[in-house]
Nanobody
Framework: VQLQASGGGLVQAGDSLRLSCAAS????????MGWFRQAPGKEREFVTT????????YYADSVKGRFTISRDSAKKMVYLQMNSLKPEDTAVYYC???????????????????WGQGTLVTVSS
């Protein structure tokens, strides 16, 4: 499974941005797909995840109500719509995919076996 994230850029506070994650390879064993982010000098943190059907989602409290994850399995794509961006949202955003046999918590990095290369989002004040 290969993941390619795109869509990052420099925006101002209050702006919106949509990230995309293109998946390729054998996806039969992939279940949840999510987004994590890592700000400079900080650890990677969970942002959001969506289950295999696309109907069950989870969000970090810091982005709830502002970010929306969606999944188009037919196109092998996952999207992250980010609205009302804040300077504290500045980070490298990574998309990730979990194996269907994973047993860790879906809000932890340990759950996800496959990772994209990351795309930088910078929000200026």
């Amino acid at each position: 499974v290969q993941l390619q994230a795109s869509g990052g850029g420099l925006v101002q506070a209050g702006d919106s941005l949509r990230l995309s994650c293109a998946a390729s390879g054998s996806l039969f064993s992939v279940s949840d797909m999510g987004w994590f982010r890592q700000a400079p000098g900080k650890e990677r943190e969970f942002v959001t995840t969506v289950n295999w059907s696309g109907f069950t989602t989870y969000y970090a409290d810091s982005v709830k109500g502002r970010f929306t994850i969606s999944r188009d399995s037919a196109k092998k794509m996952v999207y992250l719509q980010m609205n009302s961006l804040k300077p504290e949202d500045t980070a490298v955003y990574y998309c990730a995919a979990a194996s269907s046999t994973a047993t860790a918590s879906r809000v932890t990095a340990e759950m996800y076996a496959y990772w994209g290369q990351g795309t930088l989002v910078t929000v200026s004040s």
